[in-house]
């Protein structure tokens, strides 16, 4: 383990995001010493009302711009020491209908803030990623020196970024970082993936539609957990590593769905199995040992996090509801329209 790094200033790119908002907490909440400036495109799933929690803290400042665009990158990492990057386009359904932007973001949009990092003397900067990069795992648990091997457009540009970070770090020296954390939840998280997609349908007494049987696997971490991984990791991580980020809370998607279902006192008739996406990866695990020797570990049970994140829902309509209008409208018709219309069987019992 490398001696710890202290920094004094963090630019968070994509900070009015689900995860990177909650970075941003966490970090004020926890390093009274530190400032950090939010830089943020405030596409749809950027909510500056993430960030209301923080709005008030003058050790906290925003800038509205895009990492794929350097003049606003070099001026928002302008007398900054550590930069931890969060801004991606995330959320596989909407790559296999545009997979362009993704590309734009995850892949470019590294080399901009890399390129920044390199000129700017920048003393620690952390790329956060995802365990899609290692697509399907059969068996046993990926490890951050197992293969990337994507298989939806928004992994691979995820894989494509990772890439991109470490050829900088042998060809510049740069001190850079990645972590691959695993299925996040928790509250401020957009209503497209999920959890919050399942919560608030359920709430509404709309129908849930859960792809083929439900049961893929996924590990899941509470956002608070993933954000103190972070920031373990970029105070004492050895930079040129990656680092996963496990919950070690697996499950299969449709026994989360039932038990929100279940918490909000719903019908489980509500659950809708539709047809499959492409490539949809079977099952993700991590082996967290890396990142645990750093002293990190998740401190909140996935049933106690489910739990709150259920009720975090249920009190914060007026968070939520108008998320719910016409972009999200019309990206939930063109998703889920047709594969409503074309339900599968219930599925399993």
Not at 20 to 43: C, N, P, Q, W
Request: include cysteine.
């Amino acid at each position: 383990m490398s001696s710890e790094y202290c920094p004094r200033h963090i630019l968070v790119a994509g900070g009015a995001g689900f995860i990177g908002s909650a970075y941003v907490r966490y970090v004020l909440t926890h390093h009274l010493d530190v400032r950090v400036t939010v830089l943020d495109k405030l596409t749809y799933a950027g909510n500056l009302a993430n960030l209301d929690p923080v709005a008030h803290d003058e050790r906290y400042r925003f800038i509205r711009g895009d990492i794929a665009n350097r003049q606003d990158v070099d001026a928002a990492l302008d007398g900054c020491d550590a930069l931890v990057n969060f801004a991606a386009e995330t959320h596989v359904d909407r790559s296999i209908l545009d997979a362009g932007a993704f590309v734009t973001t995850d892949v470019y949009g590294s080399y901009v803030l890399l390129e920044a990092v390199r000129a700017h003397g920048t003393k620690r900067a952390l790329f956060v990623s995802t365990d899609e990069v290692y697509g399907h795992v059969e068996h046993g648990a990926s490890r951050e020196d197992d293969p990337m091997l994507p298989r939806s457009p928004y992994a691979a540009s995820k894989a494509g970024g990772e890439m991109l970070v470490r050829a900088y770090h042998i060809t510049y020296e740069l001190p850079v970082l990645v972590t691959r954390g695993s299925n996040t939840f928790g509250p401020y998280h957009y209503p497209e993936k999920l959890i919050p997609l399942m919560i608030t349908n359920a709430l509404d007494d709309l129908p849930l539609p859960v792809y083929g049987d439900g049961r893929q696997r996924r590990d899941w971490l509470y956002v608070d957990d993933h954000a103190s991984g972070i920031d373990a990791v970029l105070r004492r991580g050895t930079p040129g590593q990656a680092y996963n980020l496990g919950g070690g809370n697996e499950r299969e998607n449709i026994a989360v769905v039932r038990r929100i279902l279940s918490q909000l006192d719903k019908p489980h008739s509500l659950i809708r199995h539709v047809p499959d996406r492409p490539g949809h990866d079977r099952r993700y695990a991590l082996d967290s040992s890396k990142a645990r020797a750093l002293g990190w570990q998740p401190s909140h049970s996935f049933e106690q996090a489910l739990a709150a994140t259920v009720d975090w829902y249920r009190d914060h309509e007026d968070w939520w509801r108008p998320l719910k209008g016409g972009e999200f409208q019309r990206y939930y018709r063109e998703q889920y329209e047709g594969r409503l219309q074309a339900r599968q069987g219930d599925g399993p019992a």
